[in-house]
Each structure stands twice: as C-alpha cells, then as structure tokens.
C-alpha cells in the first residue's frame, strides 16, 4: 500500500471516535481516570493503548495484569489492518460490535462462519463444534493466513486455530485469544502463548467479546498514527518460547 493511500485511510480511520463533543470529553476523562488509577504499568506506549481499551471497556484494572503482547503483535496486528487482512471472528457478537466502516476503508472485510449451514452439519456429524468447524472452513477458504482472527467466545475455536497452525501450517498475522469461560477457556490461552504465534492475550478465565472488539479498536486508533518504517505484515514465522510474550 502507497504511502498515500496509508495517509487517506488513516485519515478515515483517526474519526472513528464519532461522538460529540461531550462524549469524546467523558472518553478522554475515562481514559485520564485509567491512567491515574494504573499507575506505573511498564507497558510500552503502544501495547499500554490496547490494555487500557480492555480496561475501559470492563472497568477491570486487573487486566493490567492479565494482559499478554506477543513482542509483534502490535506491528503485525496494524501492519495487516493496513494491507486489508481479512478480520475472523469466532461469534457475530464481535462482528457486529466492530467498525466495519472503519475496516472497510482499509479494505477488511469481518468472517464468521458459526451459524452456516454446513458448519452446523459438520460440528454435528462430526461430534465437534461449530467453533471447531467455522475455523477449519476459514482455513479452507484460504482466510487464516495474514488474517487477524478474534475470539472472544469460544476456546475450542482458539485452540483449533493453534492445531491448524501447528499441523497444517496456518499462518495468521494476528490472534487475539480473549475467549472467556471455565472450561478450557484459560488452558486455550495459554496454548496459543506457547504456540508463538504473534497474540494478544487475557489469561485466566476472564475475556468475552467486547474485549476482542476493545482490542481491534485499538489496533485501529494505532494504525491511524504516522507509518513506522517495519515492513509489510508478514504471516507467522516459527514459533517462538511463550517467554517472548509480555
């Protein structure tokens, strides 16, 4: 993408806050009252714009804590919005809290493929589930790889995204894994940290979908910032120690 066209699609995106002004007056209080109350964090500039958009969307300063970056998470996650990466989801929920405008002046287009027919049938005859299946069928399409893929719901969806790309060598530029419940939903998370895939993270049982669409906003607001000189998103390379994670 032509340095220009970056600018004019940065331009379109930089008014994704489309509030009046009394509104972007409380968000930006919002925001001022999170810095305050967090204190001295140790995230980088870029990483704490994502954590403190978790937190405001729950009021829940123990994200702080929570929260895992994958050292590129943050380049490839705005690298990939900028070059129109496809944006899979697990559930509609986030779709429809997402700002499809905003994506669409990029040239994304949201996925998600848990209520189609045939994955219905498939999870069924299978004995799997439609999360399980609505991702194999994204890989099928060829949508997995340079994808960013959010899922904010289901663990069995985030734990076959790890499996596709441990065996058959999916590629996904981003994985938010913010599922959220008490069955596998913390063991999913930690899966995909020791995968090494580039990842945004909620450990522990703690996620959902607003979270998932907290986070994308916030890769949104980040990619309407002037251009840093790292390169195209590239799909993932080998998988690197869950240490490298934050």
Not at 137 to 150: E, F, M, N, S, T
Not at 172 to 194: Q, Y
Request: hydrophobic content about 45%; glycine content about 10%; aromatic content about 4%.
């Amino acid at each position: 993408m032509s340095g220009a066209r970056i600018g004019e699609d940065a331009r379109a995106v930089n008014d994704m806050r489309q509030m009046t002004a009394l509104g972007r007056r409380i968000e930006d209080r919002s925001f001022a009252i999170i810095d305050e109350e967090a204190g001295d964090h140790g995230f980088p500039d870029a990483e704490w714009q994502v954590v403190r958009r978790v937190i405001h969307a729950t009021a829940d300063f123990e994200f702080r804590s929570l929260m895992r970056l994958h050292p590129e998470a943050i380049a490839r996650g705005v690298a990939a919005l900028r070059g129109g990466a496809p944006v899979l989801v697990d559930v509609k929920m986030i779709g429809v809290g997402l700002n499809e405008q905003r994506l669409a002046s990029y040239g994304c287009k949201i996925h998600c493929f848990i209520s189609d027919d045939d994955v219905i049938e498939a999870a069924s005859a299978k004995g799997s589930t439609r999360a399980i299946e609505a991702m194999r069928k994204a890989h099928r399409l060829g949508l997995l790889d340079g994808a960013i893929v959010a899922i904010g719901n289901a663990p069995t969806a985030l734990l076959e995204v790890v499996r596709l790309a441990q065996e058959e060598g999916a590629r996904p530029a981003l994985v938010i894994g913010v599922p959220v419940g008490f069955v596998s939903a913390a063991e999913s998370k930690e899966a995909l940290l020791e995968s090494g895939l580039p990842s945004i993270v909620a450990r522990g049982r703690k996620g959902g979908s607003p979270i998932a669409v907290a986070i994308v906003h916030a890769l949104l607001l980040l990619s309407a910032e002037p251009a840093q000189p790292a390169g195209p998103a590239q799909p993932a390379g080998p998988a690197q120690p869950a240490g490298a994670a934050r």
